[in-house]
C-alpha cells in the first residue's frame, strides 16, 4: 500500500474518517452526524487516496509556482 486509506467508522456517537497511512499509523478525522456525511467526505477527498508517483529530475522552478 503506497497511499492512505480512508474508511468511515462510528466512535463515540459519532462518524468520523479512519486514515491508515502506508506506515500502519492511524488516525481519526472530523465528526459527522452521519455516515453518509463521513462518506461523502470521503468522495471529495479521494485524491488522499491516490498513489504519488516520485518527482525526479523535476524543475526547480515548477516546485515553487503555488
Known amino acids: 500500500m503506497n497511499s492512505v486509506m480512508l474508511t468511515p467508522v ?10 491508515t497511512w502506508p506506515n500502519k499509523s492511524v488516525h481519526f478525522f472530523g465528526k ?13 477527498h479521494r485524491w488522499l487516496t491516490e498513489q504519488r508517483q ?7 522552478e515548477a516546485t515553487n509556482r503555488c
Not at 54 to 60: E, F, I, K, N
Open 54 to 60: 516520485p518527482t525526479t529530475g523535476a524543475d526547480p
Open 10 to 19: 462510528a466512535l463515540k456517537g459519532f462518524w468520523r474518517v479512519k486514515m
Open 32 to 44: 459527522f452526524l452521519s455516515r453518509a456525511e463521513a462518506e461523502k467526505w470521503i468522495e471529495q
